[in-house]
C-alpha cells in the first residue's frame, strides 16, 4: 500500500507527520519525519513496549540528542536508521518504510 503525504516543503528540520494505514488487518500508524534534508518513514511503536513513541502528541524528535525518543522510557533512535542507540531496545531498530519523494509529495510504502 502506498501513503501519499502533501505538502511536505513546509516541513522543518524535526518535524514530523503521522499517518494511518491497516497492518496485518489491524489499524497502524506510522510518521513521516524530516532529518536534514532526508525524509523517513517509520511504524509509530517503541521496540521496547508495543506503544506510541510519542504518547499520541505527533512530537518524536529530541533535539537536544538529535535522535527520535519514546516517552514512555527514553528510548533513543537515530534518524536516518530507526537504530536505537540508547535506552532498554539498544540495538534494536524501528520498523521503516520505504520513501519516495517526487516534487512536494512523499509517497510511502507500508506493508498490507
Not at 501513503?3 to 494511518?20: N, P, Q, S, V
Not at 518513514?41 to 508495543?50: D, E, F, S
Request: proline share 5%; with cysteine; charged share 20%.
Amino acid at each position: 500500500m502506498e501513503i501519499r503525504l502533501d505538502g511536505i516543503g513546509t516541513m522543518a528540520h524535526g518535524e514530523a507527520r503521522t499517518f494511518a494505514f491497516d497492518r496485518n488487518g489491524r489499524p497502524a500508524q506510522g510518521f513521516l519525519i524530516r532529518h536534514g534534508e532526508g525524509y523517513f518513514a517509520y511504524l509509530n511503536q517503541c521496540r521496547h513496549w508495543y506503544v506510541p513513541l510519542d504518547l499520541g502528541d505527533g512530537d518524536f524528535y529530541y533535539p537536544a540528542a538529535d535522535r527520535i525518543m519514546c516517552k514512555t522510557h527514553g528510548a533513543a533512535y537515530q534518524v536516518d536508521t530507526g537504530l536505537c542507540d540508547y535506552g532498554p531496545c539498544a540495538g534494536a531498530a524501528l520498523d521503516a518504510f520505504p520513501v519516495s519523494i517526487q516534487g512536494d509529495q512523499a509517497l510511502i510504502t507500508v506493508p498490507g
